[in-house]
């Protein structure tokens, strides 16, 4: 490596980007052979050089003159040196626009919930009651919960399970109860025993599908504005050079991506990119698995602990690229087992074609099962979705029941066009289904339907048609008309068969939010004997729970009322609350009492006479934003602290601190 001369001098100049872009002061080398700069400096620059490096002083200098296609020019008297890169080499300036995953919010701190809901109905004068209890717990070793299920003296365990959750690398091992991954070809059962994979909903901002990617080149500083289908996405500035956008956002279907680049000048270029995109697609080189072992459940919901036979599966979904993605599944049952793979794949722009292929036996046999598919989707214009499936007489897999032959064949078509983006003088949307399955134990199905629906002012109707053919055909056709005066709506529906007509007018109010009261009223007329039907129900929602009442008149008085409450446990604290539907935050306000809280702009709660609340309703590993009411909040009160953005873990609860007070 070749020394500079000892004449060298480190000067911070003012380095701009010709022409005449504000630069900022860096660190360069002045020699008799011209300036050199060192490696993070080129990097800066986007620059990877080629030729061997100068060393002066124990660093690594690179002379420009040697970097192909640049120009510069020194001014002595503004100590500024300017560059040309018009012709040089650079990487490109990358842009994603994926959002960042948000940081979870503090330290585990112990706690856990239990909610009951309960209901008395009383119907020909016989009376029963059902209560549904869920218990949970949470701590740094992770959570569990407890389903039970009570009908009069009649008491049944649901769930039972332990649930580790881990963000960092997007996997949850469960053990206990749990329902099991099926795949593209897999029947979803329960078992217990353990469960361990892929959880992308521990990151909900991570786009697990390819997205576009925009590559182009602005010849002076610019600005950048995203389009997607016509929407502005996002925008920002870019220096001269070559850039490249990823993570575009979109919605699933076809589209095209347009980057509008605008200089100094205000002159503009726009680059183009047509795109398909498909939840069904994983990125290049991303990994979904799923493993899971146990014993199979039976009659859920009327026997406690009712397993049958050892189950065990595996299934590895892979990205092998950003347009074809792989799968590989196997299963095992006591008597049976199946292993096949299957692909999606990108066809150009077009749509999606996917394939499976499949072998099943059991003691008896066995036999393959195959299935083709394509799909394209157009928001906005049309979609359409061909399918067809078809099972030799052996083939067996886990969750089959026994002594049911699959089907021959199972075809599915699926239509759907809003004839207006079409060009057409019609508005709202059409759609129309065909299945068919092709049984070796019966008659076949087969089933036609069509609906049209269409936005009138505030209300919207939808017209319906449905046909079912096993083999005596069975037309039925509908009517539904929904009006919606804010709050408040009104609905009339008609059905009509072969056997009856049957009418419904009906009237409801919601709450904006969770708490407040919903209403409902309805009538129906007709069906068999010309039956008339009246129907009154009602729900009021507080910060302690939900009371709720249902009125039925048929041919008798018909009635139902329930409660559904909670209570949250963090720390050493508890709290009487509206059940816990999700994860919560104990609210403190220093001390202020009958203070209102938002969240994400709705109106949750107001804190009690010690200045805290609890918010049950929150989305995990989500951003939700909890805001004061300010004039809720006294003028001498500290105002520092009016919004709090809390990241909770699943099913867990967290202190939400606003520290305000006197």
């Known amino acids: 490596m070749p020394e500079l001369r000892r004449a060298a001098e480190e000067w911070m100049v003012l380095v701009r980007e010709y022409p005449n872009h504000a630069g900022i002061t860096q660190d360069v080398l002045r020699t008799a052979e011209g300036f050199s700069a060192p490696l993070e400096v080129l990097h800066d620059w986007r620059i990877t050089p080629a030729a061997a490096p100068r060393r002066h002083e124990g660093r690594d200098w690179y002379l420009l003159s040697d970097i192909p296609g640049m120009t510069q020019s020194f001014d002595a008297c503004a100590q ?76 049944t365990r649901l769930e039972s399970f332990w649930v580790r959750e881990s963000p960092e690398s997007m996997t949850t091992l469960r053990l206990g109860d749990a329902i099991n991954h099926a795949g593209s070809w897999g029947r979803a059962v329960r078992f217990a025993g353990a469960q361990w994979g892929t959880d992308f909903s521990l990151q909900p901002y991570f786009s697990t599908f390819p997205q576009p990617v925009i590559r182009g080149d602005a010849v002076l500083p610019s600005t950048l504005e995203v389009f997607v289908d016509g ?65 199979l459940r039976r009659d859920y919901g009327i026997a406690s602990a009712n397993y049958g036979d050892i189950f065990a599966s595996g299934t590895l979904r892979q990205g092998l690229s950003d347009r074809l993605t792989g799968e590989l599944r196997a299963e095992f049952q006591a008597d049976r087992a199946a292993g096949g793979i299957g692909g999606v794949g990108l066809i150009g ?89 092709d049984s070796r134990s019966g008659p076949d199905i087969e089933l036609r339907s069509a609906a049209y629906g269409v936005q009138i002012g505030d209300g919207y109707l939808n017209l319906g048609y449905t046909e079912t053919c096993a083999p005596d055909c069975q037309p039925s056709a509908r009517l539904d008309f929904t009006y919606s005066f804010g709050q408040t709506s009104a609905a009339f ?42 129907e009154i129900s009602a729900a009021w929602k507080t910060n302690r729970g939900t009371l709720t009442a249902d009125l039925v008149h048929d041919a008798d008085f018909n009635y139902r009322v329930g409660a ?93 601190d606003f520290g305000v007070g006197p």
Request: cysteine-free; proline content about 4%.
């Open 231 to 295: 929407q502005r996405r996002s925008g920002g500035a870019s220096t001269a050079g070559p850039f490249e956008l990823r993570d575009i956002p979109t919605l699933s279907g076809a589209g095209e991506a347009l980057v509008v680049v605008r200089d100094a000048l205000g002159r503009e270029t726009r680059v183009a990119q047509p795109f398909y995109s498909s939840p069904s697609l994983l990125r290049d080189g991303l990994r979904d698995y799923a493993l899971e072992a146990g014993a």
């Open 80 to 155: 500024a040196l300017e560059l040309g890169f018009s012709k040089v080499q650079r990487a490109a300036q990358l842009f994603s626009m994926r959002p960042a995953q948000a940081a979870l919010t503090g330290e585990v701190t112990t706690g856990g919930f239990i909610n009951l809901d309960f209901q008395y109905s009383s119907m020909a004068g016989q009376g029963a009651t059902a209560s549904l209890l869920e218990g949970g717990f949470f701590s740094a070793l992770g959570r569990g919960g407890q389903t039970v299920l009570m009908r009069d003296a009649q008491v």
């Open 493 to 534: 529906q008609h059905e009509h068969t072969d056997n009856a007509d049957i009418s419904r007018l009906s009237v409801q109010r919601n709450s904006a939010g969770p708490l407040g009261l919903d209403w409902r009223a309805a009538v129906e007329r007709g069906g068999f004997g010309s039956n008339q039907r009246g």
């Open 349 to 437: 722009n077009l749509g999606l074609f996917s394939a499976t292929a499949v072998y099943g036996q059991n003691r008896e046999g066995g036999g393959w099962q195959g299935a083709l598919g394509f799909e394209r989707d157009v928001p906005g214009v049309y979609s359409f979705a061909l399918r067809s499936q078809w099972m030799q007489p052996g083939f067996t897999q886990v969750g089959q029941a026994e002594n049911q032959p699959p089907s021959r064949r199972l075809d599915l078509a699926r239509f759907s066009v809003q004839p207006r983006a079409l060009g057409l003088p019609v508005a709202g949307s059409l759609s129309l289904l065909w299945t068919h399955e």
């Open 564 to 656: 559904a409450t909670g209570i949250a446990f963090l720390g050493s604290e508890a709290f009487w609350t509206r059940p816990v539907n999700g994860s919560f935050a104990v609210v403190r306000t220093g001390g202020l009492a009958d203070v209102g809280i938002t969240a994400d702009g709705r109106s949750v709660g107001r804190t009690d006479k010690n200045g805290n609340a609890l918010v049950p309703d929150l989305r995990a590993y989500e951003i939700n934003r909890l805001s004061l009411a300010v004039e809720d909040i006294p003028i001498e009160a500290d105002l520092s602290k009016m919004t709090l953005d809390l990241v909770p873990r699943g099913r867990s609860g967290l202190f939400a």
